[in-house]
C-alpha cells in the first residue's frame, strides 16, 4: 500500500511544525500548512493587518478565511494510517565518512584522495601511497566534502582561484571559460585571505565585546527596572492604602456628624412630645369633668365648680412651636455628590499623568525606521469611518478614498458626526507602532487626533489641529506647516511627492510624517506624551482628495 503513495513526502508535511499535515489547508499562492500553524503564524501578525505566506510570502488583505483541504486531508490520513512517516530533514551535525575501501566492517576514513575520489582509512591510504609513490595523487585529510573538491565541469582537483568570479576552479577551466582572468594558486588567495580572516576576526571580537558590554548594561537596566518597579508597586499600594483609609475616615466623620444632629434634634423632639403628650391628657381630664358638671342638677354645685374647671391648665415652657415641615439631609448628599464627581475628575488627570509617566520607563530606546522596507513592516490597514464623515465628504473605494462633493451626500445622523467641518476619522485606532500612507490632491490636512474630539460647531474645539486633541500636516501646491493647539510650524519646505507617510511609535511618544517619492523625505518629527488612542484623520478643501494607500 505505502508504494500506492507519492513517494516525496514532503508534500503532506507542514513547513511550519514539520510534521504530518493536521487539518491541511491551502492558501491562494498555493502552499498547504496545518490550520492552527498557519492560524498561530497569523494571530502574530493581526497588529500589522498584512497576512503572508511564510514560504513565498505573498501577501493577503484583508485575513483569508481558511478552509479544511478535504483531498489534502484524505491523503495524509491515509499515509497515517500505513505508517509511513515523513522523511527526516537533514542536519548539520557532521559524520566522519568511512573508508570505500574495506569490505565487511568499515574503518573510518582519513584521508581522501582527489584523484582518485576514495576516501581511506590508515590502512588503505597506506597502500594507496604505495601504489602512487612520490605524491602523484594529491590527497588532503579527509572531508565530507569531497565532491566539492572536484571540478564538477572537468572532474579534475580545483587548485586554482579565479578572482573576477571569486570562484575556485580546475587547471582546465584556466585553458576555457576563466581563459585571461586574474588567477591565483589556492594557496596564496588563501594567504591572502588568511590576512582577511584576521581582520575579520578583529571586528567580530570587537563587536562581541560591544555586544558583551551591552548585554551586561542590558542585564544591569533590567534588574534596576525589576527593583524600581517593585519599589513603585509597593510604594503605590502604600499610598492607595493610605488614602483608603482617608477616605474611610471622611465617611466616618460625615456619619457621625449626621448621626450626631439626628440624635440631638430626636431629644429635643422626645421632651417636647412628652410634655405635649401630658397637656393633652390634663385638658381631656378637664375636659371630661366639664362634661360631667353640664350634666348635673344642682344649680349651687354648678356655680360652685364651674369657676374653677372651666380655667385652661397653664403649659409648663411650652410656646409656640414652629415645625420644620422639609426635614431632608438631602444637601448633604448633593455635597457628598460633588465631592465624589471632584474627587473621579481629579483622579482621571491624575491617573492619565501617572500612565504618561510609567510609559516614559524604557529600558530599551526606540529607534525609529530608516528605510521604506523598515517602515512597511509597520504598515496598519485603516478605513474611513462613515459616522464621522461630513455630509460634504464622498467616500468610495471601500472607505478607504475621501473627495469633497458640493452636493450633500445622505448619511443618516450620527452623534459621531463633523457637522460643520469638512473632516472625517478613522474608524481604527492606533496604540502601538504604526505606518501608514497617503495619497493627496489639492489643499488637504493630514490628522491623529483622539476620538474625544469635540464633533459639533465650528470652532477650534472640533477643528484638527487647532485644539490639545489633534495634530495636523497641512498640505498644498505651494506650502507645508504643522499645527497642533492652534500653534503653527511653517516648514518651509517644497515637496512634489503627492504621497505622504505618517509614521506613529504611540509608547514613545513620536509622529513623523514623510514625503515618499525615491527616498524618504522626513517633514517634521513631533516629541510629545500621548494619553488617549489615536485615529488618522483628514480635513479637505474643495476640489481635493485623499487615498490611504
Given at each position: 500500500?505505502?508504494?500506492?503513495?507519492?513517494?516525496?513526502q514532503?508534500?503532506?508535511?507542514c513547513?511550519?511544525?514539520?510534521?504530518?499535515?493536521?487539518?491541511?489547508?491551502?492558501?491562494?499562492?498555493?502552499?498547504?500548512?496545518c490550520?492552527?500553524?498557519?492560524?498561530g503564524?497569523?494571530?502574530q501578525?493581526?497588529?500589522?493587518?498584512?497576512y503572508?505566506?511564510?514560504?513565498?510570502r505573498?501577501?493577503?488583505?484583508?485575513?483569508?478565511v481558511?478552509?479544511?483541504?478535504?483531498?489534502?486531508?484524505e491523503?495524509?490520513?491515509?499515509?497515517?494510517?500505513?505508517?509511513?512517516?515523513?522523511?527526516?530533514?537533514?542536519?548539520?551535525v557532521?559524520?566522519?565518512?568511512?573508508?570505500?575501501?574495506?569490505?565487511?566492517?568499515?574503518?573510518?576514513a582519513?584521508?581522501?584522495?582527489?584523484?582518485?575520489?576514495?576516501?581511506?582509512?590508515?590502512?588503505h591510504?597506506?597502500?594507496?601511497?604505495e601504489l602512487h609513490?612520490g605524491?602523484?595523487h594529491?590527497?588532503?585529510?579527509?572531508?565530507?566534502?569531497?565532491?566539492?573538491?572536484?571540478?564538477?565541469?572537468?572532474?579534475?582537483?580545483?587548485?586554482?582561484?579565479?578572482?573576477?568570479?571569486q570562484?575556485c576552479?580546475c587547471?582546465?577551466?584556466?585553458?576555457?571559460?576563466?581563459?585571461?582572468?586574474?588567477?591565483?594558486?589556492?594557496?596564496?588567495?588563501?594567504?591572502e585571505?588568511q590576512?582577511?580572516?584576521?581582520?575579520?576576526?578583529?571586528?567580530?571580537?570587537?563587536?562581541?565585546k560591544?555586544?558583551e558590554?551591552?548585554?551586561?548594561?542590558?542585564?544591569?537596566?533590567?534588574?534596576?527596572?525589576?527593583?524600581?518597579?517593585?519599589?513603585?508597586?509597593?510604594d503605590s499600594?502604600?499610598?492607595?492604602?493610605?488614602?483608603?483609609?482617608?477616605?474611610?475616615?471622611?465617611r466616618?466623620?460625615?456619619?457621625?456628624?449626621?448621626?450626631?444632629?439626628?440624635?440631638a434634634?430626636?431629644?429635643?423632639?422626645?421632651?417636647?412630645?412628652?410634655?405635649?403628650e401630658?397637656?393633652?391628657?390634663?385638658?381631656?381630664?378637664?375636659?371630661?369633668e366639664?362634661k360631667?358638671?353640664?350634666?348635673?342638677?344642682?344649680?349651687?354645685?354648678?356655680?360652685?365648680?364651674?369657676?374653677?374647671v372651666?380655667?385652661?391648665p397653664?403649659?409648663?415652657d411650652?410656646?409656640c412651636?414652629s415645625i420644620?415641615?422639609?426635614l431632608?439631609?438631602?444637601?448633604?448628599?448633593r455635597?457628598v455628590?460633588?465631592?465624589?464627581?471632584?474627587?473621579?475628575?481629579?483622579?482621571?488627570?491624575?491617573?492619565?499623568a501617572?500612565?504618561?509617566?510609567?510609559?516614559?520607563v524604557?529600558?530599551?530606546l526606540?529607534?525609529?525606521?530608516?528605510?521604506?522596507?523598515d517602515?512597511?513592516?509597520y504598515?496598519?490597514?485603516?478605513?474611513?469611518?462613515?459616522n464621522?464623515?461630513?455630509?460634504?465628504?464622498h467616500?468610495?473605494?471601500?472607505?478607504?478614498?475621501a473627495?469633497?462633493?458640493?452636493e450633500?451626500?445622505?448619511?443618516?445622523?450620527?452623534p459621531e458626526?463633523f457637522?460643520?467641518?469638512?473632516?472625517v476619522?478613522?474608524?481604527?485606532g492606533?496604540s502601538?507602532?504604526?505606518?501608514?500612507?497617503?495619497?493627496?490632491?489639492?489643499?488637504?490636512?493630514?490628522?491623529?487626533?483622539?476620538?474625544?474630539?469635540?464633533?459639533?460647531?465650528?470652532?477650534d474645539?472640533?477643528?484638527?489641529?487647532?485644539?490639545?486633541?489633534?495634530?495636523?500636516?497641512?498640505?498644498?501646491?505651494?506650502?507645508?506647516?504643522?499645527?497642533?493647539?492652534?500653534?503653527?510650524?511653517?516648514?518651509?519646505?517644497?515637496?512634489?511627492?503627492?504621497?505622504?507617510?505618517?509614521?506613529?511609535?504611540?509608547?514613545?511618544?513620536?509622529l513623523?510624517?514623510?514625503?515618499?517619492s525615491?527616498?524618504?523625505t522626513?517633514?517634521?518629527?513631533?516629541?510629545?506624551?500621548?494619553?488617549?488612542?489615536?485615529?488618522?484623520?483628514?480635513?479637505?478643501?474643495?476640489?481635493?482628495?485623499?487615498?490611504?494607500?
Amino acid at each position: 500500500m505505502a508504494g500506492a503513495f507519492p513517494s516525496n513526502q514532503d508534500l503532506f508535511t507542514c513547513p511550519i511544525c514539520l510534521d504530518l499535515l493536521q487539518v491541511p489547508v491551502t492558501l491562494h499562492c498555493g502552499h498547504s500548512y496545518c490550520m492552527d500553524c498557519i492560524k498561530g503564524c497569523w494571530d502574530q501578525e493581526d497588529q500589522k493587518r498584512v497576512y503572508s505566506c511564510p514560504q513565498c510570502r505573498q501577501t493577503f488583505t484583508p485575513r483569508p478565511v481558511l478552509n479544511k483541504n478535504n483531498i489534502f486531508a484524505e491523503l495524509v490520513e491515509q499515509i497515517r494510517k500505513t505508517g509511513v512517516q515523513p522523511v527526516a530533514r537533514a542536519s548539520n551535525v557532521y559524520v566522519q565518512p568511512e573508508c570505500d575501501v574495506c569490505t565487511g566492517g568499515k574503518l573510518k576514513a582519513v584521508k581522501s584522495c582527489l584523484e582518485c575520489l576514495v576516501y581511506y582509512c590508515q590502512t588503505h591510504y597506506e597502500a594507496h601511497n604505495e601504489l602512487h609513490p612520490g605524491q602523484e595523487h594529491k590527497v588532503v585529510d579527509v572531508t565530507d566534502q569531497l565532491q566539492e573538491r572536484i571540478c564538477s565541469q572537468h572532474g579534475k582537483p580545483v587548485e586554482v582561484f579565479c578572482r573576477r568570479d571569486q570562484s575556485c576552479v580546475c587547471l582546465l577551466c584556466l585553458m576555457d571559460e576563466h581563459k585571461g582572468h586574474d588567477t591565483v594558486t589556492a594557496t596564496a588567495e588563501r594567504s591572502e585571505k588568511q590576512k582577511q580572516l584576521g581582520e575579520t576576526k578583529r571586528k567580530f571580537q570587537q563587536r562581541i565585546k560591544e555586544r558583551e558590554n551591552e548585554l551586561q548594561e542590558l542585564k544591569k537596566a533590567v534588574e534596576t527596572l525589576k527593583s524600581s518597579a517593585q519599589t513603585a508597586v509597593e510604594d503605590s499600594d502604600r499610598i492607595f492604602t493610605e488614602m483608603i483609609h482617608t477616605i474611610e475616615r471622611r465617611r466616618a466623620e460625615v456619619t457621625d456628624l449626621i448621626r450626631g444632629q439626628e440624635k440631638a434634634e430626636v431629644s429635643r423632639a422626645e421632651e417636647l412630645l412628652r410634655q405635649l403628650e401630658q397637656e393633652i391628657a390634663a385638658l381631656k381630664r378637664r375636659d371630661a369633668e366639664l362634661k360631667q358638671l353640664s350634666l348635673t342638677d344642682d344649680h349651687i354645685h354648678f356655680l360652685k365648680t364651674f369657676q374653677s374647671v372651666s380655667e385652661l391648665p397653664k403649659s409648663k415652657d411650652l410656646p409656640c412651636i414652629s415645625i420644620n415641615k422639609s426635614l431632608s439631609f438631602e444637601a448633604v448628599k448633593r455635597s457628598v455628590s460633588t465631592l465624589q464627581e471632584q474627587l473621579e475628575d481629579f483622579c482621571k488627570l491624575e491617573a492619565m499623568a501617572i500612565s504618561a509617566a510609567v510609559t516614559e520607563v524604557q529600558a530599551i530606546l526606540p529607534s525609529e525606521p530608516t528605510t521604506r522596507e523598515d517602515f512597511l513592516q509597520y504598515s496598519c490597514h485603516f478605513t474611513l469611518d462613515s459616522n464621522t464623515a461630513h455630509r460634504q465628504l464622498h467616500l468610495s473605494e471601500g472607505n478607504r478614498r475621501a473627495e469633497y462633493k458640493i452636493e450633500l451626500q445622505s448619511y443618516p445622523d450620527h452623534p459621531e458626526r463633523f457637522d460643520d467641518w469638512w473632516q472625517v476619522l478613522c474608524r481604527e485606532g492606533v496604540s502601538g507602532c504604526c505606518y501608514w500612507e497617503i495619497e493627496w490632491s489639492g489643499l488637504v490636512y493630514i490628522a491623529v487626533s483622539y476620538k474625544n474630539i469635540s464633533r459639533k460647531g465650528g470652532n477650534d474645539n472640533s477643528f484638527f489641529g487647532s485644539n490639545d486633541q489633534s495634530w495636523r500636516l497641512r498640505l498644498s501646491s505651494s506650502s507645508f506647516s504643522l499645527c497642533h493647539k492652534n500653534k503653527e510650524i511653517d516648514l518651509s519646505l517644497v515637496v512634489s511627492s503627492n504621497r505622504i507617510g505618517v509614521y506613529v511609535d504611540y509608547r514613545a511618544g513620536i509622529l513623523s510624517f514623510y514625503s515618499i517619492s525615491d527616498t524618504m523625505t522626513l517633514l517634521h518629527r513631533v516629541q510629545t506624551t500621548f494619553t488617549h488612542t489615536l485615529y488618522p484623520g483628514f480635513w479637505l478643501d474643495a476640489g481635493s482628495s485623499v487615498k490611504l494607500v
